[in-house]
């Protein structure tokens, strides 16, 4: 069946400009999870969603970076007034079952370049 | 608090040769662990997982890898390397009883596989 998927593949903006970044999880998971892996490190947690609503925003850097999930399927990764920072490849993994012992299948990524 | 030390930032093996890449790990809690492995340009994909059963756990592609609670490690292996095998490979940690099912990823052990 289909995977995780996200798009753009590559998005490059300008700084200060606004950008979305989406992603479709695997058809019928309920937890949706967002990290950032920039050049050289291991993918950071953002953001996870259960159904609609984020259970935890805790990794979310500041203010400028907010996620949505309206219908409990497609989320949406949107980030206002980019940095240079920003740069990184943008990941989201999509579970069938919310916690800690559950498999996270990843999507390809969308990698942002802040110019 | 969880976190992830990957021993090596690199290894290089030759082709038919065993394979360890090391892994340390620090959790609060009950954890499960998980090893990803990412090739250039595709998305993560899960080897293995410890979620409390078998302390040796087996994965696809012939790796395996055993978690020493005494010893707080998550080493990965393999008997013999195969060029398929050269890729990114990450050590991740969770709570296992958690029902938010964040990922503490490890910052990679870049695996270099010679003919």
């Known amino acids: 069946g289909a995977g995780v998927s996200q798009t753009p593949s590559n998005k490059v903006t300008e700084k200060g400009k606004y950008v979305e970044l989406r992603c479709d999880p695997i058809s019928g998971h309920t937890a949706l999870y967002w990290y950032r892996q920039s050049l050289g490190q291991g993918p950071e947690f953002l953001i996870y969603?259960?159904?609609?609503?984020?259970?935890?925003d805790s990794g979310l850097p500041n203010d400028r970076f907010f996620a949505v999930r309206p219908e409990g399927s497609v989320s949406t990764l949107k980030i206002q007034r980019t940095e240079r920072g920003d740069s990184a490849v943008y990941l989201c993994?999509?579970?069938?079952?919310?916690?800690?012992?559950?498999?996270?299948?990843f999507g390809p990524g969308t990698r942002l370049t802040v110019t | 608090a969880q976190s992830v030390t990957q021993l090596d930032s690199h290894v290089s093996v030759s082709e038919g040769t065993p394979v360890l890449l090391r892994c340390n790990y620090s959790?609060?809690?009950?954890?499960?662990l998980f090893w990803y492995v990412q090739h250039p340009n595709k998305g993560l994909q899960l080897l293995l997982k410890?979620?409390?059963?078998?302390?040796l756990v087996k994965g696809i592609n012939g790796f395996e890898a055993e978690f020493k609670k005494s010893e707080t490690s998550f080493h990965l292996t393999k008997p013999s390397a195969h060029m398929s095998d050269a890729a990114e490979y990450f050590c991740v940690v969770s709570v296992s009883g958690s029902t938010l099912g964040r990922l503490y990823f490890g910052r990679g052990t870049q695996l270099t596989v010679w003919p």
């Open positions: 993994a999509s579970s069938l079952s919310p916690g800690g012992r559950y498999e996270q299948y």
């Open positions: 410890y979620t409390s059963a078998a302390t």
């Open positions: 969603f259960q159904g609609t609503g984020a259970a935890d």
């Open positions: 959790s609060s809690y009950s954890p499960s």
